[in-house]
Every structure is written in C-alpha cells, then in structure tokens.
C-alpha cells in the first residue's frame, strides 16, 4: 500500500519551455503532498507543501512563479517548472504522507529534468 | 527550527559486518518522529524505520534498528549483518505529526565485499 506514481521518471526540455511533472497517490487519500529538489551528490531540499483545493505553501527561497504548482484532486499534485532555464536542471520527488499521523512520507520515483 | 546532522559523508563497511549511522537532531517541538529513509543509485527513495519521539522502545524492523538517545538528541541507524546491497545513501529525517519532513545531508555506505 501507500504507493505515489511520478511521471516522467525523466525529461529533457529546451531553456524557455515549461516542463509539468505530475505526482498520483495510487492507494491512498492525500490531502498534502510534498515536493523536494535534489541536486547531484546533495540532500532533498523541500521546495513547498501543496494542499488539495488550496494554494501550495512555498519554503524560503523559492520562486512560487516560477514552480507553479496544483493540488486539485486528493490524489493528484502537479509541479510546473515554468521558463526553465538550465539552472533549473535537478532530479525533483514528490512525496505524500500516508494516513495517520506518524506515517511516513511515501515517495514517488522521482523526475529528472534537464535543460538544455 | 528543526535541523538534522549527519557527520559521516562516507563510509566503508565489510560486508556481513554491523554499521552505525550517526544522525543529531534539534527541535523545540515536544512531539517529533524520526525517519531513516535509504536512497540507490537510481534514485528512489525507500522509507526504512521510523522512531516516534514518545515511544519508550527503540524501534526495530527486520536488520534495521534505530538507537534513539532523547536526552542526547540523537537517532542512529544500526543495520546488523550488512550485504553488498546495502550500498546506497542514507538520510536521517526528521517532521512533527502529519507535517513535512526535513532531511539531513545523507551518508553514503559502501559495502566492501
């Protein structure tokens, strides 16, 4: 159980394109899900927490016009890199909490972008 | 402000051996879990052991044990017997109830045959 889909596993896209990376709970409910950046050799970096039917919640730092992202199903968040540029290149992971307070965050395979 | 430390960027292991993962954390919040999550090479992150900061008994999954100090602040992973497919990243992560999770910069176990 508690399984998240993430689609594309990769993308390569030219600079100035927006590139939408979506994020499915198969088995369960998610009210919010998470999204995470991680760059080469480095740690996940959360990026901002998105709420079914409500705006996303963005960390310090990031560009909420520039990451757009769409909570509008209890299973499905999406996250637009919108103008990519090659600095924008990272692998991007989503992740949602299974039900229960103490439950993990599940998370999907993750999504490679480049930018050429 | 929560914060996790892990020390160890990397470490060598022989295979069949025990290894400890060393993760510090602070936090003001009086309710807390701790995660350890396990990352290969293809990127996939894979939920291993959770420690809620309430819990009297350190928690145990199979050869994943976490040694959790309170007082100390801290949450180390313990896997016995290691095997050669241990060798991935390891994050420590820390989030309060139902909230998100913040990682630690990982350690990298190489399992040495």
Redesign the interface.
């Known amino acids: 159980g508690a399984v998240v889909s993430q689609h594309p596993s990769w993308v390569i896209c030219k600079s100035g394109t927006s590139v939408k990376i979506e994020c499915r709970s198969l088995d369960f409910q998610a009210t919010?899900m998470?999204w995470?950046r991680q760059f080469p050799k480095?740690?996940?970096m959360?990026m901002a927490?998105s709420n079914e039917g409500s705006k996303a919640t963005y960390e310090q730092g990031v560009e909420k016009d520039k990451f757009l992202i769409n909570h509008a199903s209890l299973t499905l968040s999406t996250l637009t890199v919108t103008s990519a540029h090659p600095e924008d290149s990272s692998?991007y992971?989503c992740?949602a909490?299974g039900t229960g307070?103490?439950s993990?965050?599940?998370?999907g395979?993750?999504t490679?972008l480049t930018v050429t | 402000a929560q914060k996790i430390t892990q020390t160890q960027p990397g470490m060598f292991v022989q295979e069949k051996e025990a290894v400890t993962l060393d993760c510090t954390y602070d936090t003001s919040d009086p309710s807390y879990?701790l995660?350890w999550?396990k990352q290969p090479s293809?990127?996939?992150?894979i939920?291993l052991i959770?420690q809620?900061s309430y819990d009297q008994q350190n928690a145990t999954e199979g050869r994943y044990s976490l040694n959790f100090q309170k007082a100390r602040k801290s949450a180390n992973l313990v896997i016995s017997a290691s095997q050669l497919g241990d060798s991935a990243m390891y994050?420590c992560?820390m989030?309060r109830?139902?909230d998100?999770?913040?990682?630690?910069?990982?350690t990298r176990l190489h399992i040495l045959p």
């Not at chain 1, 993990?104 to 998370?107: K, V, W």
């Not at chain 2, 293809?42 to 992150?45: L, P």
């Not at chain 2, 998100?100 to 990982?106: L, S, V």
């Open positions: 919010t998470f995470y480095q740690s996940l959360l927490t692998f992971i992740s909490r307070d103490d993990p965050l599940h998370f395979n993750g490679r | 879990g995660f999550y293809s990127g996939e992150m939920f959770y809620g994050f992560a989030g109830k139902g998100k999770i913040i990682f630690g910069k990982g």
